[in-house]
């Protein structure tokens, strides 16, 4: 499962749109080499087909096998009606240059909007109810295209929902998680159901206004000092001692590697019980608060794709 990986890559907004897609090869292949086996992607980030070509790279090498990795793809808006859930997993699919994945997730519960972007509207409730992709993507389960399937930026009311509709339970739900949005009520509905939690931005969102960077808040530096860690390191060891995989990402190959030195074990595929584990670091700011501007700046700050539906099937 998910959790398994601690050695995991986003592969983002950011690479996708300000990054040549030679750059996100070459971080995928340098994050392999490092030990790295959790890699997250989506058909949004626009950069499958770099990242299909480090795969393809180093199994040719002979050094790696498919088996030994996890590759997660989501379900963008755009394609939420139940017939254009395959044809958009198998743009997916065939961009990564892989048979299978080994997680396919619905990449927000929201209906789209201009652009295919999230226009507010709950897809999983009242009229939307028919556009909810959940039979669609068990049928990818079914067929053997994908091993597990799950949902990225739900809520608990939205969870609920989900569970009421669905036939195979959600294996995890993807959200923002990091020491300024802790989400301490999800994150116990999720273990009640047995849904594992994935933490994107470990590292705080920087297109929202926390009241300052995380990577410079002084609570997080001092922690990093005292260990002879770096702020980075510090945050995502704070998931994995809460039990929660982590997605952080970076374009930067001395980054990649830096990042997965948080366990002094380089290249371990499983979590082992926690080394001299760091002090505890509570949430920052109060829930409310987090919570407050997170629901209002989620979705009005993300960059703008020119098409999001073109060449599904092309």
Request: aromatic letters at 8%; hydrophobic letters at 40%.
């Amino acid at each position: 499962m998910a959790a398994s990986f601690p050695l995991s890559l986003m592969m983002p907004v950011l690479l996708s749109f300000q990054t040549p897609l030679g750059v996100v090869q070459e971080a995928v292949e340098v994050a392999l080499d490092a030990g790295y086996r959790h890699f997250d992607c989506a058909y949004f980030y626009q950069n499958e087909t770099a990242v299909g070509a480090a795969f393809q790279k180093k199994l040719g090498e002979g050094k790696l096998m498919r088996d030994e990795f996890f590759v997660v793809s989501k379900l963008w808006n755009s394609f939420h009606a139940p017939q254009d859930v395959k044809p958009a997993f198998l743009k997916s699919l065939t961009m990564l240059k892989l048979d299978y994945l080994d997680l396919y997730l619905m990449h927000s519960p929201m209906d789209q909007g201009p652009q295919g972007f999230p226009n507010g509207a709950d897809t999983t409730s009242g009229h939307s109810t028919s556009l909810f992709p959940c039979q669609a993507m068990e049928k990818l389960v079914e067929e053997g295209l994908v091993k597990s399937i799950g949902v990225s930026n739900f809520n608990v009311s939205q969870l609920q929902r989900l569970l009421s509709l669905c036939r195979i339970k959600p294996a995890v739900n993807q959200v923002e998680l990091h020491p300024y949005l802790t989400q301490p009520k999800l994150m116990d509905y999720c273990k009640s159901k047995g849904i594992v939690l994935t933490a994107y931005s470990p590292f705080g969102c920087p297109a929202l206004p926390w009241p300052e960077p995380l990577l410079e808040n002084p609570t997080v530096n001092a922690i990093a000092q005292k260990h002879g860690k770096t702020s980075a390191q510090v945050l995502i060891r704070f998931h994995i001692q809460r039990g929660i995989a982590t997605i952080p990402k970076s374009a930067t190959p001395s980054r990649i590697v830096e990042n997965a030195q948080v366990m002094g074990l380089l290249g371990t595929l499983f979590l082992p019980l926690p080394l001299r584990p760091f002090p505890p670091l509570a949430a920052l700011i109060s829930p409310e608060l987090a919570e407050q501007l997170c629901s209002t700046y989620c979705w009005k700050l993300r960059p703008k794709l020119s098409d999001t539906k073109q060449n599904v099937s092309g």
